[in-house]
C-alpha cells in the first residue's frame, strides 16, 4: 500500500501539462535551405504536415494557421535572421484568437522560449513538449505514465532555470531559503533529483516484474515477434490481421500505441507465437523521449523476429526507414536479429500494381488482407532458424511411452492414428536439443524431416 501510494505520488498531474482547455495552434516550421542541417530525404511542406498531424492528434487543439519560414542556423536565440524574424512577428499577431505556437524544431532552450513567448504573447511549445503531451494522454499503464514523469524531469530542469533567473530579476537581494544554506535553485534542483530517482526505481521494479513474465513465457517456449515501424505505419491492424484479435482497435493517428502489448497468432503449421505491438517512431523524436522509453523497448532485444512495417504510400517512406532503423541500431540490439529482420510495406491496396523495389521486402495490405499468406509462411521460416525448432512428423508405436514423451518435450501439432498396427503418425515442433534427446531415447523411431 506504502508503495502504491508513492507510485500514485508520482503520478499526479503534472505542473508541465498544457491546461486540459483547447488550444488554438499556428504551425511555424523554420526552413533550413542549405548547409547540415538540412535533411536531403524530405521537404518544408512535408515536415510541417507532420508537425500538423501532431497538433490534430490532440483533443481540442486546433490549427489556425500554418507558416514556413526560411532560417539558416534553426539553433539561434531567435530562430530566424531579424527580418524574417519580424515579418512572423507581425503574421502571428494578425491572426485572431491565437493561444499558442507550435515551434517545428525538436527543442528550444528555456531562454528561447522566454524571449519568444515575450515576443509574441502566447504559449510556444517545440516538438518535445507536443510530443511529451501527446505521449500523456495516450498513455494507460502506469509504465508508460513513469516513462512519460521521467521524460518530463529535463523540461522541470529547464523551466526551474527560466524561474531562478526570473525571481531573481524581480527580486534581488538573498537568493537563500531561510535558515536552509541551500539557494532555491538548490533546494529544486534535490526535489528534481529525488523525483528521478524515484522514478527510475519503481521502473526498475515494473522491469524486474517484466522480465519475470519473459522467464515463465520462455519456458512456454512461445517464440516472439516484435512488430515497429514509424508512427501511425499500420503495426496494429497488421498485428490484428495476423492475429484475428477482435479486441484490437487501430486508430489512424500518431503514437496511438504507447504501451507494449502481446497478442497471440498461430504460423501455417499451427505454431504458436507471440505478436508484439511496440511505440511508434518519429523523425527528430528527441534523445530524452526515447531513452525514457527505453524500458518498452528493451523487449525488443529478446524478440525471436522483428517485423518492420512501413507504410509505402507514404511520400517520406525512405525518410521513416532510415528513422526506425537508426533508432533500432541505437538499442544495441543483437546483430542477429537486424540481419534477420522482415521488411513488410504495408497499405499497398492504395497503389496500383505495387511491386516492391527493395530485395526481400514483402507487400501487403493489412486491411485487406492482401500478402498475409506469405508473411506468416515468411514469418514461420525465420521462426524455425531463429529459435532452432523443426518440424518433424514421427511414426510412434501406441504402446510405447514416445507419445507422452512428444507431449511433454515438444509441440505436439496433429496425430493421425493407424489402428490396424497400433501406430501412429505425430507431426510435431521441437527444438534442437529436444530433438537429440528424443533420438538417443527412441533410436528406432522413424523420422521424416517437414
Keep these: 500500500e506504502e508503495d502504491e501510494s508513492a507510485l500514485e505520488e508520482l503520478l499526479s498531474p503534472s505542473q508541465l501539462a498544457p491546461g486540459p482547455g483547447a488550444q488554438r495552434v499556428v504551425v511555424v516550421h523554420p526552413a ?7 535533411s536531403p530525404l524530405t521537404t518544408a511542406e512535408l515536415q510541417i504536415a507532420e508537425a500538423i498531424a501532431l497538433v490534430d492528434t490532440l483533443q481540442n487543439w486546433t ?3 500554418k507558416i514556413i519560414i526560411p532560417t539558416k542556423n534553426p539553433n539561434k536565440k531567435f530562430v530566424f535572421a ?4 519580424q515579418v512572423l512577428t507581425e503574421k502571428i499577431k494578425k491572426l485572431p484568437h491565437v493561444t499558442a505556437v507550435f515551434l517545428n524544431v525538436e527543442r528550444i532552450s528555456s531562454l528561447t522560449k522566454k524571449e519568444l513567448e515575450g515576443a509574441w504573447g502566447v504559449q510556444v511549445f517545440d516538438r518535445y513538449t507536443v510530443v511529451l503531451h501527446i505521449f500523456r494522454c495516450n498513455a494507460r499503464t502506469k509504465e508508460a505514465k513513469l516513462q512519460v514523469a521521467l521524460a518530463e524531469i529535463p523540461l522541470l530542469r529547464s523551466n526551474l532555470k527560466n524561474e531562478v533567473s526570473q525571481r531573481d530579476q524581480q527580486r534581488g537581494g538573498s537568493r537563500y531559503i531561510m535558515g536552509s544554506g541551500e539557494t532555491f535553485l538548490e533546494t529544486q534542483n534535490r526535489v528534481l533529483k529525488e523525483r528521478e530517482l524515484k522514478i527510475r526505481s519503481a521502473l526498475e521494479k515494473l522491469r524486474r516484474k517484466r522480465a519475470l513474465l519473459r522467464t515463465q513465457r520462455r519456458k512456454c517456449e ?3 515477434v516484435s512488430v515497429m515501424g514509424y508512427t501511425n505505419c499500420g503495426k496494429t491492424t497488421l498485428i490484428k490481421a495476423l492475429t484475428g484479435e477482435a479486441g484490437l ?3 489512424n493517428q500518431l503514437f496511438a500505441t504507447l504501451d507494449i502489448t502481446a497478442h497471440a497468432g498461430y504460423l501455417p503449421s499451427h505454431m504458436a ?3 508484439v505491438d511496440t511505440i511508434g517512431f518519429l523523425t527528430d523524436l528527441p534523445h530524452n523521449l526515447v531513452e525514457s522509453f527505453s524500458a518498452t523497448l528493451e523487449e525488443v532485444a529478446y524478440s525471436d523476429l522483428i517485423v518492420h512495417v512501413r507504410d509505402i504510400t507514404h511520400p517520406e517512406t525512405i525518410l521513416q526507414k532510415a528513422t526506425v532503423l537508426s533508432v533500432l ?3 544495441n540490439l543483437p546483430s542477429h536479429l537486424l540481419d534477420s529482420m522482415v521488411e513488410v510495406h504495408n497499405k499497398v491496396d492504395l497503389i496500383e500494381r505495387y511491386k516492391p523495389t527493395e530485395e526481400n521486402a514483402l507487400a501487403v495490405s493489412a486491411l485487406h488482407g492482401h500478402g498475409l499468406e506469405e508473411l506468416k509462411q515468411e514469418i514461420e521460416k525465420k521462426i524455425l532458424t531463429a529459435t532452432g525448432k523443426k518440424i518433424l512428423t514421427v511414426n510412434i508405436n501406441l504402446e510405447g511411452p514416445q507419445l507422452s514423451w512428444l507431449y511433454k518435450e515438444a509441440t505436439v501439432q496433429e496425430v493421425e492414428v493407424i489402428p490396424e498396427d497400433g501406430t501412429a503418425s505425430v507431426k510435431v515442433i521441437i527444438s534442437s536439443s529436444a530433438f537429440g534427446r528424443y533420438k538417443n531415447l527412441f533410436p528406432n523411431s522413424k523420422i521424416f524431416m517437414s
Design 32 to 38: 533550413v535551405k542549405w548547409g547540415p542541417q538540412k
Design 63 to 65: 490549427v489556425l494557421d
Design 82 to 85: 531579424k527580418g524574417n524574424f
Design 222 to 224: 512461445f517464440p516472439m
Design 249 to 251: 482497435q487501430p486508430r
Design 273 to 275: 507465437v507471440i505478436y
Design 329 to 331: 541500431r541505437n538499442l
